[in-house]
């Protein structure tokens, strides 16, 4: 066989394997846009995006230290959520305002708010009820606020993602 002969050969050889291999990776893709997202048993939306959250406090807060929430099941359809909000030193009034949300299958809606307070404290700390429905996926959004004459500090923290 001669080297022009096999250098064509090789070459289709080549040329073949290659549009095999972009036929292939194409219906490959094709495949997957045609498959459902995955769903949990019991849900009726598929699970919401994966975000990144920090229960820290801005460091160039003067009064805000820390804060803490996370939710519960309680019972067969209610949530709990459970929140702290703790000052460097006494202040004139903390707390948190909570918020269930429940997520739509593509945004999250509050499904419930409430809020909580001490006066001349340091330390605000409560737990507050939600009802809730069946097949969806939820989290707690809670805004941990302190007051100090007029100095106002605030941060908000979600809290885990619970099918109920």
Do not use: C
Not at 104 to 131: C, H, P
Not at 151 to 161: G, P, V
């Amino acid at each position: 066989m001669s080297k022009v002969m096999r250098r064509t050969k090789i070459g289709a050889a080549f040329i073949t394997s290659l549009m095999l291999s972009l036929a292939l990776a194409t219906a490959a893709s094709a495949d997957s846009s045609t498959h459902e997202p995955f769903m949990e048993p019991g849900a009726l939306t598929p699970p919401p995006p994966v975000e990144y959250n920090t229960m820290s406090v801005n460091q160039s807060n003067v009064y805000l230290a820390a804060i803490e929430s996370s939710l519960f099941k309680n019972g067969t359809i209610q949530f709990t959520i459970s929140a702290s909000t703790n000052a460097n030193s006494i202040v004139d009034s903390l707390g948190v305002n909570y918020t269930l949300q429940r997520w739509n299958g593509s945004a999250w809606v509050d499904n419930g708010t409430d809020a909580g307070q001490v006066n001349n404290s340091q330390i605000y700390s409560g737990n507050k009820q939600f009802s809730a429905l069946t097949g969806y996926y939820y989290r707690g959004r809670t805004v941990h606020w302190i007051k100090k004459g007029t100095i106002n500090e605030e941060r908000t923290a979600y809290t885990e993602t619970i099918l109920r």
